[in-house]
């Protein structure tokens, strides 16, 4: 680390936690982030600000003004940019030290196939179940820990799968790809703005915790939030041996 890093960092090297050891696993690290909307925005800046290495952002969507309500790393100036480059911007500029890749493309199957490999984790901020199925397929394949959230109108959840404990659950345990889940948009259901940065935050902070190896990740259990009465509720989860991609019927 050079002086400017032991200045910029210092409140990280002070945590006993953490300390230089930790800072430096953080410095060294590469992150896959899947959306960079509502829960993209604070998991990107905090990411960059925190000092990971290397962070590739995956987006095809382009900035809205209907966006502007919650997605913190976009401003007037990012109308009908491409989310990623909008974000990126943002975060080289809160810290020149990273290096943030922008790819303006579907997380695909291939993308994801192709990418997984050179990430140490990956952090799902997208809004939709298909794609959050893709991404923990791959993450199972590629054996990449997941940090999961999820949030619309005034719910939220988070949780972290790992498929390096043969006895954690992937999200496909808890939610099967094959079981009809009726999809909610924010543009139908709405999303009250603070929300995702609550869950996007959390999602950061259980992605440095990993990456730093400090604190108890938050695998096997789900945290649901119920914003409106503020009220936090966890769920044990478990793995499921019969589970459609991590199930022990599976050929990986």
């Known amino acids: 680390m050079t002086d400017d890093d032991l200045l910029r ?4 090297l002070l945590l006993d936690d953490l300390g230089i ?4 696993r953080l410095l060294d690290a590469r992150v896959l982030v899947v959306g960079a909307g509502g829960l993209g925005s604070p998991v990107a800046l905090y990411l960059a600000s925190a000092g990971v290495g290397r ?5 095809h969507d382009t900035v809205s003004l209907t966006n502007l309500q919650r997605q913190i790393a976009h401003d007037m100036a990012s109308l009908e940019r491409l989310k990623v480059d909008s974000a990126a911007e943002r975060m080289r500029a809160l810290n020149p030290g990273v290096k943030v890749r922008a790819l303006a493309q579907r997380a695909d199957a291939a993308l994801l196939d192709r990418e997984l ?4 984790l990956v952090i799902d901020c997208c809004d939709n179940f ?6 923990n397929a791959a993450c199972v394949r590629h054996g990449r820990p997941l940090v999961s959230g999820a949030a619309i109108g005034f719910d939220g959840q ?3 799968y790992d498929p390096r404990g043969a006895t954690l659950p992937c999200y496909a345990c ?3 790809p094959s079981a009809a889940f009726e999809e909610a948009a924010c543009a139908t259901m709405g999303v009250f703005a603070p929300l995702v940065g609550i869950i996007g935050s959390l999602q950061a902070a259980e992605a440095l915790k990993l990456l730093a190896g400090v604190g108890e990740p938050l695998s096997g259990r789900l945290l649901m939030l119920d914003a409106r009465r503020m009220q936090w509720t966890e769920i044990a989860m478990q793995r499921d041996p019969a589970c459609e991609v991590c199930g022990d019927h599976v050929t990986r």
């Open 55 to 59: 962070i590739t952002l995956v987006d």
């Open 9 to 12: 960092y210092s409140r990280h």
């Open 21 to 24: 050891e930790g800072q430096q």
């Open 174 to 176: 808890l939610f099967p």
């Open 130 to 135: 298909s794609t959050r199925q893709l991404v």
């Open 158 to 160: 988070l949780s972290v």
């Open 117 to 120: 490999p050179d990430v140490d």
